[in-house]
């Protein structure tokens, strides 16, 4: 059998569509049920018809400003409630919002500002500064109570925002989604989070981060449910004591948020049904010791810029230990080789159909860089997954990542996650580094709690993994590289062991 899912194809958007009303189309009837709680020491609640308010306003104002429908809006803000009402705002009125880090440098910002051609750039105090027409963010609060914009509506293949990749493979790439974007992840609902308009879910992250604004903020609010934000400064060790205060059914974090909440310790927490996690691969450990402390399971999903998630396990269908779970139903997906979908069984790399609505519409002006992306009609991730018989899909690494000890292909993570089982050990990264013209070894980079000795960690590791998989170089670090969306960057460890060692 071959690696490929063929599910029944999912309903495509309706015509006469725009993204921002599919998001608030249930605000007129929960008018005064909270969508937003940003919780800290206080809380500061936003009703629906608050956040209607906030998002179709924003639209007047942006118009009344001068841009039109088409026009790229930079947004460069902060951690607050501004950024998704700004981000929706300029989706409402048909203008396309190109949000970045709050951590970009200048020279980062110019380069983004000459690759998208903004109309307008929206800053923030502190953010780094921006060539052309600029407005400062404190006009955007007045916009709350401006008369509502109608939404423009159209074709759901539009584009409607720009993001930018994580930059985990190389330089980070504008990536044009079209508004029929949110009306995938409708997949995700049951295919992932299990998500009801009774839940509160929490997401660990910021305003401006892209999985909180979809998993932490939109989702939520096309089915009705109540968003809980964290406020600005709160550390992950006080994220348990808010998931009891405000009775969070659903908790959403990146992997090493799990692990510092996990090292705080956890209270009871009677109306928490499960957590989710994303953007990198969790250790097996953090959802042990999740499932430990707390009696819930957390359910992983697999995506990327170019297609959020498409692959994840949920409370109807778990995922078999190891993987990442299951083709979202309606995701076409294949694991695709040389000549197509291998067998299953068999490595290959991770694809989605053409066809699937969530997928982008192509990188930013790049019609060839886009193009080189397919294999006939399967756009490849550049991750490599092996699909069991039952449809199971193990992420094995990007495919640019995966190192080869003897001639076997061994998987970063597979590493990672033994090095990550050492209780002292709390961030992990292996890759394969040059040790002379022609000869590759497996490396280990850790930032652990204390010192471990080298001869202490072999030890472990040779008795989890095979020899040939374990590291022949350990290195321990104060910290390991991340993106902008806080993807482990395997690339920077091994240029930056190469160059130290005079490899490049």
Known sequence: MLSVTDPSAFPPAPSGFNMAAHVLAHADRLADKPALQIVGKTVETYSFSDISAAVRGTATGLLGMGLMPGDHLLLQLGNTAEFPFTYLGAIAAGIIPVPVSSQLTAPEVASVIATIQPALTIRAKGMAAATGRTADAGVLHDFWKLPPAPFATGDPNRPAYIIYTSGTSGKPRPVVHAHRAIWARQMMWDGWYGLRADDRLMHAGAFNWTYTLGTGLMDPWSVGATALIPADGIRADQLPALLAAHSATIFAAAPGVYRRVLRAGIPALPDLRHGLSAGEKLAADYSTDWQTQTGTPIFEAFGMSECSTFISGSPARPAPAGTSGYAQSGRRVALIGPD?????????????????????????????ETAARFQDDWFLTGDVGIMAADGAITYAGRADDMMNAGGYRVSPVEVEDALTAHPNINEAAACAVQVRTGTSVIAAFYVATGVIEEGAIRAFMAARLADYKCPRIYVACDALPRGANNKLLRRVLRQEWEAANGQT
């Open 340 to 368: 197509g979908p291998v067998k299953r069984e068999t490595p290959g790399t991770i694809a989605i159909h053409r066809s699937d609505p969530g997928l982008m519409l192509g990188y930013l002006d790049a019609p060839d």
